[in-house]
Each structure stands twice: as C-alpha cells, then as structure tokens.
C-alpha cells in the first residue's frame, strides 16, 4: 500500500518553545492530508484538513492560531504546535488521500504518528 | 449519539479462533467503509477498504457491508497472537473531502 512518513516519531520540548512535525507521503502525490490528535486508549480526533496550496480547514474547536498547518508541496505537509504546553503532550497522526487503482473512490494511508510529550 | 458505534471491549480469543468486530452507523450516505488496525503507539494501518455492500476477502481478513442495515463488520480467521491490537471501523462521505468518521476502536487480544 502507499506510504506515509512522519518525523519526528518522538520528540520532547521545553514549554513555551514551538515543534514542528512533518508529514510526507513517499510514492504518492496527495492535493489533501489530515491532522489528528489522539488521547490514550482513544480513537482519533480529526483536527484540521491540509489542502495543498491553501489554508488548511479546522475542525471546531481547534485553534489555527496554536496549531499552524502548511501543505506546501504535493507530498509534504508540516503541523507546527506553537507555544507549546504540557497539556499539548499527545500522539499526532497525519494521514493522505490516495487513489485507489480499480475503485471509484479514494482511501486514506496514516503516518507512523509523532510522540509530543512537553515538559 | 455517535455517528459510528463500536464495541470498545477487549474482546479476548484463543489462538486460532475467528475474531468478530462490528461496527453501526447512522448516517445512509457514508459512501466508503474501512478497517484499519493501530498497535499500541503506532499509526493506523489500513486493513480493508470497501464501498459497496456485500463481502470483500483479502487473505485472513473479510469485511462485510449491509448498507440497508447500516452495519459494517470485520472477520478475522486464524487469529495470532500478532493480532492483538486495536481494530477501527471508519467511514466517509465522498463528498466530504475523504473526512474519516471513526469509531472508537476495539481491542483484540488474542491469547497463545
């Protein structure tokens, strides 16, 4: 199936300080990739939607401002969380729309996810 | 109400045994239906991707689809311990960007 890279896998930073965690699909362009948020033992929280070449759409209640959002090529993807916070520490997926040879639809393949713990 | 119901468990089988995951929604114009299985502090791992009711067979997986019942399931044969994970159902309305409405996930342990 396509591949989807994250990196960093984990990182820690100081409170206050901002992270950056990039999101690549390798062996396939994709026009749309998704940011989540996932809680332990809870399933994913769809943040925002990363459009290439415009502004990324969030979900409600999620703040722009605080989790900035860039799809600047058709294979990359950054989310920067500004600012951090401890109760910022979570695991971040992202996840990329490719087409499916055969279907008339297209499905979606998930990063690895990055491990935010902010001290 | 959720818009996609899952049964949370843990659902504990013995080695060898098929491996029953379910899932309900509400909403009649989810369009596609997937599966995927997430281990312990790793991505989502696509399973199976299906959009039209029926069965869909893929080696020890088989995803099945009742569009009128609004009820998606997943069988795994021959379970392994390798198994044990955490199973999401998922859905999407086409046009809704590919937007995956999750469910909750279940929790597989399957025991040597």
């Known amino acids: 199936g396509a591949v989807v890279s994250q990196h960093p896998s984990r990182v820690i930073c100081k409170s206050g300080t901002s992270v950056k965690i990039e999101c690549r699909s390798l062996?396939?362009?994709?026009?749309?990739m998704f940011w989540y948020r996932q809680f332990p033992k809870q399933s994913l929280m769809l943040m925002a939607t990363?459009?290439?070449?415009?502004?990324?759409?969030?979900e409600q209640g999620v703040e722009k401002d605080k989790f900035l959002i860039n799809h600047a090529s058709l294979t990359l993807s950054t989310l920067t969380v500004t600012s951090a916070h401890p109760e910022d520490s979570s695991f971040y997926i992202c996840?990329?729309?490719?087409?499916?040879?055969?279907?008339?639809?297209?499905?979606?393949?998930f990063g690895e996810g990055s491990w935010l713990t902010v001290v | 109400q959720k818009e996609v119901e899952q049964d949370p468990g843990p659902l504990s089988v013995p080695e060898g045994a098929i491996v029953s995951l379910n899932c309900t929604y509400s909403?009649?114009?989810?369009?596609?239906f997937m599966w995927y299985r997430q281990y312990s502090r790793k991505g989502p791992e696509l399973l199976m991707y299906?959009?039209?009711?029926g069965n869909k067979e893929d080696g020890r997986f088989t995803a099945q689809v009742d569009k009128s019942s609004k009820y998606i399931s997943l069988f795994i044969r021959d379970s392994q311990p390798s198994d044990s994970a955490t199973y999401l159902c998922?859905?999407?309305?086409?046009?809704?960007?590919?937007?995956?409405?999750f469910g909750g996930g279940t929790r597989v342990l399957v025991k040597p």
């Open positions: 909403n009649s114009a989810f369009q596609y």
């Open positions: 996840s990329a729309r490719a087409q499916v040879r055969g279907d008339s639809g297209n499905t979606i393949y």
């Open positions: 990363s459009n290439e070449g415009s502004k990324a759409t969030y």
């Open positions: 998922a859905t999407t309305l086409k046009a809704a960007g590919n937007k995956l409405t």
């Open positions: 299906t959009y039209s009711s």
């Open positions: 062996d396939f362009q994709a026009t749309t």
